[in-house]
Structure formats: C-alpha cells, structure tokens
C-alpha cells in the first residue's frame, strides 16, 4: 500500500496497537540481518511481480515475518496474515504490520493481521478464516495464492471444498483431538451459512507455497491421492531453507527456549533429543555444546548411526526415561513421548518439542493423570500422584518460538527469500505447474544463498572455465546435481 | 622448536652453566636432543640415559654420542638390567643438576648413592608421576634436594598435557590399531589436564566419551563438560577403548578385564606402566601372554572366548606407538627445563630441599618467546590500567 494510498485499516485484530513502535524499531533492526529479501526487493522494485497476487499468509507473526510481509507487498501483492501457531505471535510485529510503516497506532493503515499470542484455538481457527476471505475490502473475495507454514490454511481451503462437495461435514463430537473439533466446528458453522463458500476460495487459488516438513508431508499425500486443488512449491526442501532454518535455526533457538524458561543450567545434565534429522542435529549440537550429555532416539538407521558417528550415545527411551533430565521431541510424528513415559522421569524434568506440531507430547494424557501448576507463561509443572512434577515448555508446542524468539533474523532470509522467490514463480508463471507439488530449481536455491554472502564477508571462489568443463557444470552454476545432499 | 633455539643461541653467548654436570633420565628423542644441545651451548656436560627403553629412537642416541661434552647411556628396548645400569651410568658422573622424567635419577640417587647429594644444586622434573615419587620423599622427610615442578608451570601444563599428550595418545592408539574412532565408546579414566585433552579430542573424532574420576571436583567438570561419568567397574561393560592417564596403579584389573566386551582395546597414557594390571590381564588369559596380532597390539584371549587387545605392552602409549609430543609441545617443556636449570645454577644452593614451583617469570618467558615465534603480539596494561588494579578505594 503506497503513502498517498491512505486509509485507516480497521480489518485486523491484534494484541495491542500500542506495541507498533516497539515493533517498528525490531522490524528496522531485522531488516540489515535478511539481506536476501532486502536484496529481493531492490531486484524486483520496478517489475512488481506481484501486482495482482493476493497472498494469504498463515506463518508465525514474528519480526523476521513481517520483513517478509512487507517484502510482499513492496512487489505489489495484497496481503492478508495470520500466525500458524497459537503461541508464536510476537504481538510488537503483528502490531507493527497492522500499522504499517506510514500508519499510527490511531490511524493504522498496514496490513490485515489477525494474530496474537495466546489464542484459544476457537480464536486460531476464527484468524485464519478471517485472513482467507475479506481481500481488496470485498468480504467474500479469498487469495489467488496462500504461503503455508505447516498447511493449516490449505488444509481449511480443501477440507472445506471436501465437505462441501459431500455435502455434510463430519460430526465434531467424533474429532480425534480437540483442534480437530474446533477445526470440524467452524467448518460446520461456514457450510451452513453458506455451502459453496471454500469450494469458491479454492477456485480462485494458483497455488501454494509451503515452509515446513509437516505441511509439505500433507501436500505430498494429497498429490498422491490426486486431491490438491493447485500446484504447491514445496519450499522447506530447499537447500538454504531446510538446512539452514531447521539446522542452524534450531541450533540457535532450543537452547534460549530452555534457557528463557527454565534459566536451568544444562552444563552437567543429560539431555534426550528425539529424532535425528536436521532439527534433531541442531538441537543436539546445541545442547552439547552447553555441557549437555545428548542421549538420541531415532527409528531410521542412517540417522541413528549419524548420530553414533558423532559420538552420541543412542538408546530407546524407555531405557533413558528416568535418568535423563531435559526431553526434546523434533520427530516429526506423533505420539513421541506419552504420559506413562512422563510419570517415570526425574523430579523436575524438562519436556519440551520443537517440532511443528503440538502432538508429539502426550499433553491430553497428562491432564488426565496430573495437576497443572503454571509457573509463568508457556511453563507449567505437571504434578503427578506420586508428588514428582515434569516441567512442561509451551504446552508441548514449539517451545523454540514459544518460550524464545523462534530462528534468528538471518537464517529466516533464507527461508524467506525463498518463499518470495516461490510466490514469484508460481504467481508468474502458473501456467508451467500441474496441480503437484514441485521443489525450486536448483539455480534458484544458489541464488538465495548468493544474496546472504556478502553480509557475513564469504568471498567465494569462481570455477575457471577448463574447471568447469571439467566437472561437467556452467562457470555460473549450477554446481551439483539435483539428488546432492549437501 | 624456536623457543629452544633462541635459548640455546643466549646459552652461546653467556655460557650460564660453565663447568656444570647435567646428569639427563629423558626420553632419548629428537626433541630431546634439542635440549641437550642447548645444555652443551651453554657450556655444561650433559650425560643422557632414556626415561623408557620403549621410546628411545637409536638414531638419535647415536648423533647425541657424537656431540662435545654429551653422553649417551640409552637403545631402544633395552631390559630392565641394562636400564638401571645406564641410570647409574649418569649417576656415575656425579651430576650437580639432574633432569628427571618419572624421578628415577633422585630417588636412585637418594637411596643408592646418597654420596653425591651433597654436591648438588638440584633437580627439575618433567612429570606428574615423577612428582608425586618426589612428594611422597619430601614428605617423609627424605628429599634433600630442591626439585622445581616442571610438569606444573603453567606453560607446561597447558600445552605438554592437554594439547601434546593428548593429541599423540590418540596418535598412539590409531596407528597401532587403525581403529575408526566415530561411533566407539572411549572410557578415559582419569580427568586431568591429559585426560581432558584426550577425553575432548575422542569427543571431537567422534567418539562417545565416558569418563572416570576418584576427585569429585574432577568428575563434576568432566560432567558439566558432557562427558558420561561413571565408576570404572560399570564403564568396564560400555567401552571399546580403555585409555589409562591417572599416575595410579592398576586403574585396569581382573574385574574390569571380567566385565569387558570382546575386542576391547587397553591402551596407558599414563607415565609407568603400572596403570593396565598386567598380572592380571594374564591371569585372565589363563596365565598366558598375549598374542602379538599387529606390532604393538598383544591379544589376550579369555577361557570365555573374549578377546581383549593391549597395547605396547601397558607402557605410555603416546611414546610407544606414536611419535609422542609434536616438537613444539616439546620446545615449550624442554625451553622451561633449559631455564630451570640455569635458576638452579645461578641461585647455587639459595633453595632450600623440596619441591618448588617453576618460577613465574621462567613461565612468562617461555610463552614470551612462543608468541614470538608465531608472530603473535599482545596488549600490555596502560599505566592508568596498573593504577586501577593495585589500587583498593
């Protein structure tokens, strides 16, 4: 939205207007550590790619986010926002996008956000409703495009086609977890009062751009079953955003969760990470390098033996259950560690997950066996018959965002300049994809790596052209094939 | 080894230990030979015997026989005959500073020829293990000499232990088994500054690092490092690789050797060969010896059908399968024992009996002149910085 453009912006809810400035200042300071969007936006400032795409975002509010949502709409895009995760808003960002850069807090005039921390799951679900119709003021008119981190609104878009479709939706009472309900409740509540309303927002939709393994998971299975309603770029298997956001990320981010939670001294402890993929290696780097004793447990056997190769004794939890004292889930899956487990740790062990999603600690098992002793926000004590307690870090959910800051300003560059670069793509050149889930090209990955090496000083080496004959590759890359893992 | 070298070019022109009789129980090494060297510019005679028959390299006792003013009492894997024979060799030239590795030159020289006690200004000693024989005499009241403590200057101590030691342990242990480190579980019995070295670098390479420790403040360091610390009876069923540094005997014994997996290699970092119970391990075999399956790895196989794998005969393994310190580990250890004994010389007698910490400025000086030579310069204090820090208000 332009200066001259000016209009109060009432279409948003947020915590506290009042924050804006705070937000502003983070937002500024963030802006010299993303270099690949702020290069993006120089690049792409005249040919406004984006002019036209209406963008709904569904992706933690945080700073780094808000460079990215003003990222989007310095290319021309309309954009409408909400926090994928009940607790990852920070409400100084999602105040400062409601304001917007020209806006006061009086007289707002950013971008509509509908995100706090904190949110019921009623309210989670109300947000992103509310941010997948309501664009160019119309309150019926969706996205042409969404940007996902962890397919929760594409999962709304094509859930409620599904039951349109069929006619009735599932009963709630029969939902297997409560946001399932919540989730079966609203949708229930939209089919009635109007049965064509998601089926609509779909056909509008030229594709998806999703952040994360969950949601890419979710992708994958409903191109299979040949049930995605458009293309999906898959942009969490992209070399700088998954090696970068998940490794280096988590590496910086676990261990401030634990430390602004707990302020427990891990130097000396014994530590479980479960699972051993990237998050699972950051995050035992992370407490290693602490003073921690990483146990691993993993179900993989190239994974495990990773792990053993870099010195990590790998167990099943069951044998490490009482003697350990910090538990880290990172899998992935559900069901990682349950309420049985948790009633034979250590007094005051510490629990916490930093995968995407909330189910991978058994939390509905330990409200039925313990009482719940909130210590301050997004750290309770779970009190068990016996008298011994477990620390519980963000209700189970990503205790990275919820008890820190989330991935550090650089590493979400990355994986955000290559969710601009994404939209790009897929809003331009729509007609090149299927309705299947593609990743980025090569080239393209390099590029976003290129855009983030002058900022910490790399001065990279150029292949001579006899060199790159010999190798069989471009002087300008790409450089390795596709199926290189890096 | 610059440090040495720029010593031994002063010792040239000022010739500090004119007419003196270093009697040397050193490790007969080419490193070591850079010290003699720097003993004889100096103006002294140095006679030489090894610290340990297994690390004697012949080719360089044989260039330091050549030398003015050298003797050379050492071969390499002499018997211990022949060994105490060349300590008394040394002593036989009634040495007036001795230089010892394990203290073998004092205390033969207080038991078997307290004769010559009486001339000597004293005696510099390289190693832990050394020290404690030497306490053990201070404190029942029989060490007569002064004996500065080498081994704990802190230019010693930081890069002989943690860096030379523990880097040429692991040296040792790879070259005589070509073990892969990643993946195995190393136990580390004993946390010292060698230990620590050791237990970091397995850590480093991959290993899965267990230690064990008898001084609590030890241990919690090693566990606030995240290192696994348990007794040695219980790491005995975990490790793959034993690796001994306490200066205790028999750290390694029957019930260990009882609970041990097939395969599981022994090897001692620390300076005698007492650490492994050898007696043992045989008795465990049946009283048989052990196989030689590779040079330096001796397979002792079990009634039961284990296998256990010890390396260079219990003795320091960084020494007698590695090629022990890098030289310039070595230079910082042998330019503070060249300094050492120029203190001793000059103070003529000034100490009193007892062990003696290094001087701090000998310290200072050696790190002085390894800085130098890497080229690396320091900050020095503002006078305004001094005043801040002497002053209490």
Same mark, same amino acid.
């Given at each position: 939205?332009?200066?001259?453009?000016?209009?109060?912006?009432?279409?948003?809810?947020?915590?506290?207007?009042?924050?804006?400035?705070?937000?502003?200042?983070?937002?500024?300071?963030?802006?010299?550590?993303?270099?690949?969007?702020?290069?993006?936006?120089?690049?792409?400032?005249?040919?406004?790619?984006?002019?036209?795409?209406?963008?709904?975002?569904?992706?933690?509010?945080?700073?780094?986010?808000?460079?990215?949502?003003?990222?989007?709409? &310095?290319?021309?895009?309309?954009?409408?926002?909400?926090?994928?995760?009940?607790?990852?808003?920070?409400?100084? %960002?999602?105040?400062?996008?409601?304001?917007?850069?020209?806006?006061?807090?009086?007289?707002?005039?950013?971008?509509?956000?509908?995100?706090?921390?904190?949110?019921?799951?009623?309210?989670?679900?109300?947000?992103?409703?509310?941010?997948?119709?309501?664009?160019?003021?119309?309150?019926?008119?969706?996205?042409?495009?969404?940007?996902?981190?962890?397919? +929760?609104?594409?999962?709304?878009?094509?859930?409620?086609?599904?039951?349109?479709?069929?006619?009735?939706?599932?009963?709630? %009472?029969?939902?297997?977890?409560?946001?399932?309900?919540?989730?079966?409740?609203?949708?229930?509540?939209?089919?009635?009062?109007?049965?064509?309303?998601?089926?609509?927002?779909?056909?509008?939709?030229?594709?998806?751009?999703?952040?994360?393994?969950?949601?890419?998971?979710?992708?994958?299975?409903?191109?299979?079953?040949?049930?995605?309603?458009?293309?999906?770029?898959?942009?969490?298997?992209?070399?700088?955003?998954?090696?970068?956001?998940?490794?280096?990320?988590?590496?910086?981010?676990?261990?401030?969760?634990?430390?602004?939670?707990?302020?427990?001294?891990? &130097?000396?402890?014994?530590?479980?990470?479960?699972?051993?993929?990237?998050?699972?290696?950051?995050?035992?780097?992370?407490?290693?390098?602490?003073?921690?004793?990483?146990?691993?447990?993993?179900? +993989?056997?190239?994974?495990?033996?990773?792990?053993?190769?870099?010195?990590?004794?790998?167990?099943?939890?069951?044998?490490?259950?009482?003697?350990?004292?910090?538990?880290?889930?990172?899998?992935?899956?559900?069901?990682?560690?349950?309420?049985?487990?948790?009633?034979?740790?250590?007094?005051?062990?510490?629990?916490?997950?930093?995968?995407?999603?909330?189910?991978?600690?058994?939390?509905?098992?330990?409200?039925?066996?313990?009482?719940?002793?909130?210590?301050?926000?997004?750290? +309770?004590?779970?009190?068990?018959?016996?008298?011994?307690?477990?620390?519980?870090?963000?209700?189970?959910?990503?205790?990275?965002?919820?008890? %820190?800051?989330?991935?550090?300003?650089?590493?979400?560059?990355?994986?955000?300049?290559?969710?601009?670069?994404?939209?790009?793509?897929?809003?331009?050149?729509?007609?090149?994809?299927?309705?299947?889930?593609?990743?980025?090209?090569?080239?393209?990955?390099?590029?976003?790596?290129?855009?983030?090496?002058? %900022?910490?000083?790399?001065?990279?080496?150029?292949?001579?052209?006899?060199?790159?004959?010999?190798?069989?590759?471009?002087?300008?890359?790409?450089?390795?094939?596709?199926?290189?893992?890096? | 080894?610059?440090?040495?070298?720029?010593?031994?070019?002063?010792?040239?022109?000022?010739?500090?230990?004119?007419?003196?009789?270093?009697?040397?129980?050193?490790?007969?090494?080419?490193?070591?030979?850079?010290?003699?060297?720097?003993? @004889?510019?100096?103006?002294?005679?140095?006679?030489?015997?090894?610290?340990?028959?297994?690390?004697?390299?012949?080719?360089?006792?044989?260039?330091?026989?050549?030398?003015?003013?050298?003797?050379?009492?050492?071969?390499?894997?002499?018997?211990?005959?022949?060994?105490?024979?060349?300590?008394?060799?040394?002593?036989?030239?009634?040495?007036?500073?001795?230089?010892?590795?394990?203290?073998?030159?004092?205390?033969?020289?207080?038991?078997?020829?307290?004769?010559?006690?009486?001339?000597?200004?004293?005696? @510099?000693?390289?190693?832990?293990?050394?020290?404690?024989?030497?306490?053990?005499?201070?404190?029942?009241?029989?060490?007569?000499?002064?004996?500065?403590?080498?081994?704990?200057?802190?230019?010693?101590?930081?890069?002989?232990?943690?860096?030379?030691?523990?880097?040429?342990?692991?040296?040792?242990?790879?070259?005589?088994?070509?073990?892969?480190?990643?993946?195995?579980?190393?136990?580390?019995?004993?946390?010292?500054?060698?230990?620590?070295?050791?237990?970091?670098?397995?850590?480093?390479?991959?290993?899965?690092?267990?230690?064990?420790?008898?001084?609590?403040?030890?241990?919690?360091?090693?566990?606030?490092?995240?290192?696994?610390?348990?007794?040695?009876?219980?790491?005995?069923?975990?490790?793959?690789?034993?690796?001994?540094?306490?200066?205790?005997?028999?750290?390694?014994?029957?019930?260990?050797?009882?609970?041990?997996?097939?395969?599981?290699?022994?090897?001692?970092?620390?300076?005698?060969?007492?650490?492994?119970?050898?007696?043992?391990?045989?008795?465990?075999?049946?009283?048989?010896?052990?196989?030689?399956?590779?040079?330096?790895?001796?397979?002792?196989?079990?009634?039961?059908?284990?296998?256990?794998?010890?390396?260079?005969?219990?003795?320091?393994?960084?020494?007698? &399968?590695?090629?022990?310190?890098?030289?310039?580990?070595?230079?910082?250890?042998?330019?503070?024992?060249?300094?050492?004994?120029?203190?001793?010389?000059?103070?003529?007698?000034?100490?009193?009996?007892?062990?003696?910490?290094?001087?701090?400025?000998?310290?200072?000086?050696?790190?002085?002149?390894?800085?130098?030579?890497?080229?690396?310069?320091?900050?020095?204090?503002?006078?305004?910085?001094?005043?801040?820090?002497?002053?209490?208000?």
């Amino acid at each position: 939205m332009s200066a001259t453009e000016s209009r109060t912006l009432t279409d948003f809810k947020v915590a506290d207007l009042s924050l804006a400035e705070f937000g502003r200042k983070e937002i500024r300071l963030a802006e010299h550590e993303m270099p690949g969007l702020m290069r993006t936006r120089e690049e792409f400032a005249a040919a406004q790619p984006l002019k036209g795409a209406r963008i709904m975002g569904s992706l933690h509010m945080t700073i780094q986010t808000a460079v990215l949502i003003e990222t989007l709409t &310095a290319l021309g895009a309309e954009v409408r926002w909400v926090s994928c995760n009940i607790f990852s808003t920070q409400d100084h %960002a999602a105040a400062a996008i409601a304001v917007g850069p020209n806006g006061t807090p009086e007289d707002p005039q950013g971008v509509p956000v509908f995100a706090w921390k904190g949110e019921t799951l009623e309210e989670y679900w109300w947000c992103t409703e509310k941010a997948l119709t309501g664009f160019s003021g119309d309150p019926e008119l969706g996205p042409n495009m969404i940007l996902d981190d962890g397919g +929760d609104a594409t999962m709304l878009v094509h859930k409620g086609t599904e039951f349109e479709k069929a006619g009735a939706v599932p009963d709630p %009472a029969g939902a297997e977890s409560e946001e399932f309900k919540v989730f079966l409740t609203l949708l229930q509540k939209s089919v009635a009062e109007n049965p064509n309303k998601w089926t609509k927002v779909g056909e509008d939709i030229l594709g998806v751009t999703e952040e994360t393994t969950t949601g890419v998971h979710r992708l994958y299975e409903l191109a299979r079953d040949g049930e995605l309603l458009f293309p999906a770029i898959n942009v969490n298997d992209s070399v700088t955003k998954s090696k970068f956001d998940n490794l280096y990320g988590c590496r910086h981010s676990l261990v401030d969760g634990i430390n602004r939670a707990t302020d427990v001294m891990l &130097a000396g402890k014994t530590a479980v990470v479960c699972g051993f993929g990237d998050v699972g290696k950051g995050s035992a780097e992370s407490l290693r390098a602490q003073g921690a004793r990483v146990i691993v447990t993993e179900i +993989d056997p190239i994974c495990a033996l990773q792990a053993s190769m870099q010195g990590y004794q790998v167990a099943r939890l069951e044998d490490v259950i009482s003697s350990a004292d910090v538990f880290i889930t990172t899998t992935g899956n559900k069901d990682i560690i349950l309420v049985d487990d948790m009633a034979k740790m250590k007094h005051q062990a510490i629990v916490g997950n930093i995968g995407h999603f909330d189910n991978e600690i058994d939390v509905a098992g330990l409200e039925k066996a313990a009482t719940r002793i909130n210590i301050k926000p997004q750290v +309770d004590e779970w009190k068990f018959p016996d008298g011994h307690t477990i620390i519980l870090l963000s209700e189970g959910r990503l205790l990275n965002l919820g008890n %820190a800051t989330g991935h550090p300003s650089f590493v979400m560059s990355n994986s955000f300049t290559n969710q601009t670069i994404a939209q790009i793509e897929l809003f331009t050149k729509n007609d090149d994809y299927d309705k299947q889930v593609y990743v980025l090209p090569k080239h393209l990955d390099e590029k976003v790596a290129r855009l983030h090496l002058d %900022a910490v000083g790399v001065k990279l080496t150029e292949l001579r052209p006899d060199q790159a004959a010999y190798i069989g590759v471009p002087v300008e890359g790409p450089y390795k094939p596709d199926h290189y893992r890096y | 080894m610059p440090v040495l070298r720029s010593i031994r070019e002063r010792f040239g022109e000022q010739r500090p230990l004119a007419g003196i009789t270093v009697g040397a129980c050193l490790h007969v090494t080419a490193e070591t030979a850079g010290l003699v060297t720097a003993l @004889t510019a100096g103006g002294a005679q140095v006679a030489l015997c090894a610290a340990n028959p297994l690390a004697t390299q012949d080719a360089v006792a044989a260039a330091l026989a050549q030398l003015d003013g050298v003797e050379v009492f050492a071969r390499h894997g002499e018997d211990l005959d022949t060994y105490a024979g060349h300590v008394a060799d040394v002593l036989d030239r009634a040495p007036s500073v001795t230089l010892d590795d394990g203290a073998d030159l004092l205390v033969t020289l207080h038991a078997a020829r307290p004769d010559l006690l009486k001339g000597m200004l004293g005696g @510099t000693e390289e190693t832990t293990s050394g020290l404690v024989r030497l306490r053990a005499m201070q404190a029942d009241g029989r060490l007569v000499v002064p004996v500065l403590a080498v081994n704990e200057a802190r230019a010693e101590r930081v890069f002989n232990d943690h860096y030379g030691t523990a880097q040429s342990t692991l040296d040792g242990i790879l070259r005589a088994t070509n073990l892969l480190l990643a993946g195995r579980t190393i136990v580390v019995l004993g946390y010292g500054p060698t230990g620590r070295g050791i237990a970091l670098r397995a850590r480093g390479a991959g290993a899965q690092v267990v230690v064990c420790e008898i001084d609590p403040v030890a241990g919690l360091d090693a566990r606030m490092e995240g290192f696994e610390v348990m007794p040695s009876l219980a790491a005995a069923e975990r490790g793959d690789v034993f690796i001994t540094v306490t200066g205790a005997p028999h750290v390694l014994g029957a019930q260990h050797f009882a609970r041990m997996k097939d395969g599981a290699v022994l090897a001692n970092a620390g300076h005698f060969d007492v650490e492994i119970d050898l007696g043992a391990l045989r008795e465990a075999a049946g009283g048989a010896g052990g196989v030689r399956v590779r040079p330096l790895v001796d397979q002792f196989r079990l009634p039961d059908g284990r296998s256990l794998n010890l390396l260079a005969s219990g003795r320091v393994v960084n020494l007698a &399968a590695g090629e022990g310190h890098p030289a310039s580990v070595m230079d910082l250890s042998f330019a503070l024992q060249a300094l050492s004994v120029e203190h001793l010389v000059a103070g003529e007698g000034t100490l009193g009996p007892g062990v003696h910490p290094v001087p701090d400025d000998i310290d200072r000086e050696v790190a002085r002149l390894k800085l130098a030579s890497l080229g690396v310069e320091l900050d020095e204090l503002t006078a305004e910085q001094r005043r801040y820090r002497r002053s209490w208000e």
